[in-house]
């Protein structure tokens, strides 16, 4: 009897890691998911021959789809039953590989060769940088499309890096955007034919620089002020399951469906 395929991957030559996170057929991701890419990560954020780390998807035309909307439907479910607190989305494995990637104190870059979008945004959000190259056909945060909003880190992550007002139409609009269209928007910092061979060069550039003048810069430009934002985001999200709506529901009901989140208005 063979296992279940590794979701997550990692690949290190010289001083420089690639982690690809696959979950084949729809590449989704789930807290199963981001507690794989944290024990993948934390690792080489620890060890000193690794100077550089790429985060890529594991499937054509996926870097990460979005988020397990059936984990999110039975995780608000219980909410509303008494059976989870939700404070504990603020201490979710998805919040933790947030973290972990805005604590980083050296380059992780996001190469976005496809589909990402919701929570596969939220984490390419968090790394140092984003590369996508047009297979990236749809990057956004569409999660007002089905009645929820970003809760795992997006609304402060994409305030911080495109200006809380612009954020704010964004993901009122529940925008998906073209990589070109992501460019143009500042949500990615380059748009190239290949994200993965790009962010290789880019990683190979800061791995030969002071290992402490990267680290400095990293640190002293991280801000703790979104910690506290960040936990009551994830909070909020979890309270949705006390609005005494169908929500869980109609969210179960996407996840059963075969229709695109990219493709609904």
């Given at each position: 009897?063979?296992?279940?395929?590794?979701?997550?991957?990692?690949?290190?030559?010289?001083?420089?890691?690639?982690?690809?996170?696959?979950?084949?057929?729809?590449?989704?991701?789930?807290?199963?998911?981001?507690?794989?890419?944290?024990?993948?990560?934390?690792?080489?954020?620890?060890?000193?021959?690794?100077?550089?780390?790429?985060?890529?998807?594991?499937?054509?035309?996926?870097?990460?789809?979005?988020?397990?909307?059936?984990?999110?439907?039975?995780?608000?479910?219980?909410?509303?039953?008494?059976?989870?607190?939700?404070?504990?989305?603020?201490?979710?494995?998805?919040?933790?590989?947030?973290?972990?990637?805005?604590?980083?104190?050296?380059?992780?870059?996001?190469?976005?060769?496809?589909?990402?979008?919701?929570?596969?945004?939220?984490?390419?959000?968090?790394?140092?940088?984003?590369?996508?190259?047009?297979?990236?056909?749809?990057?956004?945060?569409?999660?007002?499309?089905?009645?929820?909003?970003?809760?795992?880190?997006?609304?402060?992550?994409?305030?911080?890096?495109?200006?809380?007002?612009?954020?704010?139409?964004?993901?009122?609009?529940?925008?998906?955007?073209?990589?070109?269209?992501?460019?143009?928007?500042?949500l990615v910092d380059e748009v190239?034919?290949?994200?993965?061979?790009?962010?290789?060069?880019?990683?190979?550039?800061?791995?030969?620089?002071?290992?402490?003048?990267?680290?400095?810069?990293?640190?002293?430009?991280?801000?703790?002020?979104?910690?506290?934002?960040?936990?009551?985001?994830?909070?909020?999200?979890?309270?949705?399951?006390?609005?005494?709506?169908?929500?869980?529901?109609?969210?179960?009901?996407?996840?059963?469906?075969?229709?695109?989140?990219?493709?609904?208005?």
């Amino acid at each position: 009897m063979t296992g279940k395929p590794l979701r997550v991957q990692v690949e290190s030559a010289e001083d420089v890691a690639v982690v690809r996170f696959a979950n084949p057929p729809h590449g989704t991701i789930s807290n199963g998911g981001a507690a794989d890419l944290v024990a993948a990560i934390r690792p080489l954020l620890a060890a000193a021959e690794t100077r550089a780390i790429i985060l890529t998807g594991g499937q054509d035309g996926i870097f990460i789809r979005h988020a397990d909307v059936r984990q999110i439907a039975t995780s608000l479910e219980r909410v509303g039953m008494g059976s989870v607190d939700p404070q504990a989305f603020a201490t979710s494995a998805f919040a933790e590989l947030g973290a972990i990637l805005d604590a980083a104190e050296k380059p992780v870059i996001a190469a976005i060769d496809g589909l990402c979008m919701g929570g596969g945004f939220e984490i390419a959000l968090a790394c140092t940088m984003r590369i996508a190259s047009p297979a990236a056909t749809a990057i956004g945060l569409p999660e007002i499309r089905l009645d929820i909003f970003p809760g795992g880190g997006g609304t402060q992550r994409l305030s911080r890096l495109v200006g809380r007002h612009r954020a704010r139409l964004f993901m009122l609009r529940g925008d998906v955007m073209t990589a070109s269209q992501a460019l143009a928007a500042g949500l990615v910092d380059e748009v190239v034919p290949c994200a993965l061979d790009r962010a290789l060069e880019l990683a190979g550039m800061f791995a030969g620089r002071s290992t402490a003048a990267v680290s400095a810069i990293l640190r002293l430009t991280a801000t703790d002020e979104d910690r506290e934002r960040l936990a009551a985001e994830a909070c909020r999200f979890g309270e949705l399951g006390l609005t005494g709506e169908a929500l869980p529901e109609a969210l179960f009901q996407f996840a059963e469906g075969d229709v695109g989140l990219e493709t609904m208005r």
